[in-house]
């Protein structure tokens, strides 16, 4: 029942910023343990092919579509479970989104904490056109650009069986805790 309300939520945000207020919401839901969990947020909210497919650049043209499926489906556990352990730090009202505002299909926001609200951090989120995030950019630092220079070294070399072999230990990693 919480992900089809869930679902309806995310469906009914029809502009950029109301759509990362709608993924805020969830997230937090996620924290409190309300029914939804981050991996479902996730899922929700960040288009992983397109984060697939950008992070790899012309190098993805040259995958087949089964390595392109696999590799999408390893960034998207890993990307979980990263969330997913790091949430265990986090108090849901430990922080909040403000002052959003959109240009065009990004949304520049201030994160404010709730502990010292002198204490800011500018995060900006970036949107394909069925306004999911491909793109987070936090103080400046792309999660796009940084995995695209990380999967660029390890292809150059390892190859592309030694980033999804490295890949699936970090995930193995995780789960192990």
Known sequence: MSSLLTAVFVTAAATPVQRIHS?????RQALVGDGVSLAE???????FPALSQRSLAARWSALSTAEQREFSDLLRQLVELTLTVRSRKLKP???RLTDCRAIQRRVDCAVVFADDNARRMNISFRLT??????????????LLLSYKAQFARLIDRHGFAGLTKRMRQRIDALRQG
């Open 93 to 95: 009202d430990a922080h």
């Open 41 to 47: 947020v996730a899922r929700q909210g960040i288009d």
């Open 129 to 142: 056109k069925s306004l999911r995030i491909y793109d987070v950019v936090v103080d400046g630092t792309s």
């Open 23 to 27: 993924y805020e919401g969830q997230a």
